[in-house]
């Protein structure tokens, strides 16, 4: 893999996850500071795989500013080793956790087509969650394809396939610290 083109820097990514928490923390009341002795916490949904560096920052922002979040995980795939959608959604791994009832949060790495989050949103929904919101760190708004939306985005970002953080190039980059552009040419 050649190296990708920053597009944002580790740390500007730390300083929008502290932002999308305390954003996160405002919009549910139950769950400030001193959380209702009755009320369930808030489930995380991480979408596995591209979403888990970006959930495990995003849960320590959450309890540091004093919202401890449960958290479970979904195997969702939509891209097999190429960098276009196949337009189908596959669910590789399923929850532990019984929705029911449960407020939840659905942490996603990057808003595409928005085949995924639909997907997602309708099968928690389907189980009886009491509310879903979405999470995304990234938004690329130009290319949806179904209209579902984030309730809390990090960045929007342009049509460029973008690697780091969590996300990867046919399995790889997943560790990069920042997330970068790819050249043209290791990119189709
Ligand atoms: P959607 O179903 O088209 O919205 O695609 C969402 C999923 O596609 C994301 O969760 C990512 O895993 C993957 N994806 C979309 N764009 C990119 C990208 O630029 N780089 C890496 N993965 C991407
Ligand atoms: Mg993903």
């Known amino acids: 893999m050649s190296t990708p083109a920053e597009l944002l820097s580790a740390a500007q990514i730390a300083a929008r996850v502290d932002e999308l928490a305390t954003e996160i923390i405002k919009d549910h009341v139950p769950f400030q500071a001193a959380p209702k002795e009755d009320a369930a916490p808030l489930l995380l949904v991480s979408i596995l795989r591209g979403a888990f560096v970006f959930t495990a920052d995003l849960i320590r ?86 209209a579902v939306e984030a309730e809390f985005v990090g960045f929007s970002v342009p049509d460029a396939f973008v690697v780091g953080y969590g996300m990867d190039v046919a399995g790889l980059g997943r560790g990069l610290p920042y997330i970068g552009t790819m050249p043209e040419d290791d990119s189709d």
């Open 61 to 146: 922002a959450l309890k540091t500013q004093g919202l401890d979040a449960e958290v479970d995980f979904l195997g969702l795939s939509s891209y097999g080793d190429a960098t276009t959608s196949s337009g189908r959604v596959r669910l590789t791994r399923d929850l532990d956790t019984d929705v029911k009832s449960r407020e939840v949060l659905i942490i996603e790495d990057i808003l595409d087509s928005g085949r995924t989050l639909n997907f997602v949103k309708t099968l928690l929904v389907s189980r009886g969650a009491k509310s879903v919101q979405t999470c995304a760190l990234l938004d690329k708004p130009s290319r949806r394809k179904v």
